[in-house]
């Protein structure tokens, strides 16, 4: 009997122990998420323009969000300009993951992995700041080395054509070191046995990728479509700095429009239904995207 207490009085000890370590990360998740998101859940109901009271006006807002047509316009700006981010980032971060990992000295496989992963570190508000001037018709230099090539000037930042491309090339310069360098780890931890009995069998180099590469990078690959993708549902700072979402709504994101309307318009309500909207917008992509890796998520 007072061995089965001892037992149960470490058990709690353990436990104790164990919600301690745990407490400091729980208590910023109910601090600064959990509470956060039910205040904002809660305000899709109430008018309030955060100088008087807030009035409660039951489904009013979520009226104003299902009749107002600039939303279908705004998803639509994000999700291209998402898919372009996803795309681009994924692919050069792999070109560039697949040239370090090949063999060079150790020293200059360090200094190319901090030089492409320095821009990932910069303030997003000095990057966009950067590429406004590289990318200014008159005077920037992407337009004065077009022009060497025979290119006319392109109106990079008041083109509605041209500007979401813009806004992807910023934000694939700053975040395509962080991808590399995931996918380069990825490719670090592929055992060379595959490899060498690939060649012991006659595969090339393509064959390689394709067969071994490739499968096996797939859990690293569904890591970055996820956290690509939930970032590129919430851009905000390039194309606020860069276009200010124009021109029209062009480059405009669904992060800009909540803070044009919960903040500037002063309409708290109606930005807290967009907020949820893009919340539930990220967690029905997120799953969709979970359940469809299982037919292409390969391990060892």
Known sequence: MERTMTLRRRKVIEALIGYAFIAPTMLGFVVFLAIPMLVGISLMFFNWSMFKPPEFVGLENIQAFLQDPRVLTVYKTTFGMAFGLIISNLTLGLGIALLLNAKMPGVLSGFFR???FFPTVVSTVVVAVIWQFLLNKDLGLVNYYLGLLGVDRI???????????AVIITDTWKNVGFYALIFLGGLKNIPRDYYEAAEVDGATTLHKFRYITMPLLTPTMLFLIITSTIGAMQIFGQSFILTGGGPGDATRTIVMYIYESGIRSFRVGYGAVLSVSLLLVIVGMTTLQFILSRRYIHYQ
């Open 114 to 116: 901090a030089a492409y």
């Open 155 to 165: 109106n990079w930042l008041l083109s509605s054509t041209w500007s979401p491309i």
